[in-house]
């Protein structure tokens, strides 16, 4: 397909990537940001803009990564005729798109992105929707094109996910963080964990989390918990942290 | 070597399968539970008991691997003589074995464990105490002939590195698991988070997981904040996990 890629970050990056690599033709490229612009559509072989009304009319498809504050004022200043737009947020209904288009979709893929780290697109789970069989099966297939986990969500469903989502990837790596900053007072390497964490990622992926839960929490050790909680007194969010995690594990666990 | 395992549960069962894989002896096992006595010297080929005064004499080294608040109670009905005895958990000081034997250290894999599922424990950090360097030595030798990664941590360090593992092993589980609930919610399944957590896992072990922090609680957008909090309002435990984790990571990253 021929994609104008709207947004330069992270996601776009990947997906631009990866939708060039399995055959697609990127267009152009916007950003306001015109180094992002610049650096993304060179990756791409492709043109750039940073005004709006500069954007293409040649693609087939309009792909719209930016930020979900940016959304509906970048849309504003468009013309998109009756072509195809998808975003690609799990935060945003489908609907912020229809007053701008009547060609309309989601094309959400569900992963963390850098744009330093390479993954294996093959296997992200795509989420699509589209405000008609048409425009579904237009996604589906762009979709299938680069991955063979393709799913449809709609948007109630989309949003649960995107919450789920905070807990299982930005949240889990706060508290990696949490544990990093911890070693790192009593100098110890935070290569350390590695093995525990990725074991323990392993373990959710092959069985299910609730089943598998260990730890002092579980039967509410308080032993264990108290001494915790006093070598956290001094860092009173963590500690915070600590108290409502355990209540929790242990509230999940005594049904 | 010639080892008795106190204790049956999970860390002992896939310490004694390693140590039997690597070529040492496991004389006996005792758990107070005759079930889990008798299945894991079944595995390790080796003696069992459920009488703390019916341990074997023959060990050259004793490994506790009993529940922390059974420890003392255990031991204090042994009578080790100058055996070597090792306990190997992360939370207790290595001086509870002191008034127990003159020979004595601490032998503990940082890693979370299932009786069904095999981890690589070449790669598992095993971190070692001792009251002398004759028995630091035993315990270094014992180490390196089940894993690559040995290393000295003394009591203080190793408390820290109980509560950082209880952050990012236990605590991140419990995520998943509310993870998990959430989608259990709108009928969706669990395995489409997976490549999120494996990544996100597999990040953090590459980066430094406070560089690679992303989400909507690093600039605190409001927007998306505000939306997930009354998603999670039915939930309320959940709903100040969501609270005190976007507050954390905002805090954190402000500096």
Request: hydrophobic letters at 40%; proline letters at 4%; a negative charge.
């Amino acid at each position: 397909m021929d994609i104008v890629l709207i947004g330069a970050g992270n996601l776009a990056t990947r997906l631009g990537l990866r939708l060039r690599e399995c055959n697609h033709r990127i267009v152009q490229v916007y950003s306001r940001t015109e180094a992002s612009a610049k650096l993304l559509a060179s990756l791409l072989g492709s043109e750039w803009t940073t005004q709006p009304d500069e954007i293409s009319p040649e693609g087939q498809l309009y792909l719209i990564s930016v930020s979900d504050k940016a959304v509906e004022s970048v849309l504003a200043q468009m013309n998109f005729g009756n072509r195809l737009v998808a975003h690609t947020a799990g935060s945003m209904p489908m609907d912020v798109l229809q007053p701008f288009t009547i060609n309309y979709g989601v094309f959400y893929p569900l992963q963390t992105f850098s744009k330093s780290r390479e993954v294996d697109f093959a296997q992200i789970p795509i989420c699509i929707e589209a405000n008609s069989p048409e425009n579904l099966e237009i996604l589906h297939k762009l979709g299938r094109s680069i991955s063979n986990d393709i799913r449809e969500i709609d948007t109630v469903q989309r949003r649960q996910l995107h919450l789920s989502a905070v807990f299982v990837c930005n949240f889990v790596n706060h508290l990696y963080a949490v544990g990093e900053e911890l070693l790192k007072e009593e100098k110890i390497d935070f290569d350390i964990l590695k093995p525990l964490i990725s074991e323990t990622a392993a373990k959710a992926v092959e069985f299910s989390p609730k089943e598998v839960q260990t730890g002092p929490a579980v039967r509410y050790d308080r032993n264990v918990i108290d001494k915790h909680l006093e070598m956290l007194k001094s860092h009173s969010q963590w500690n915070d942290i600590y108290k409502l995690m355990s209540e929790s594990i242990h509230q999940l666990h005594r049904h």
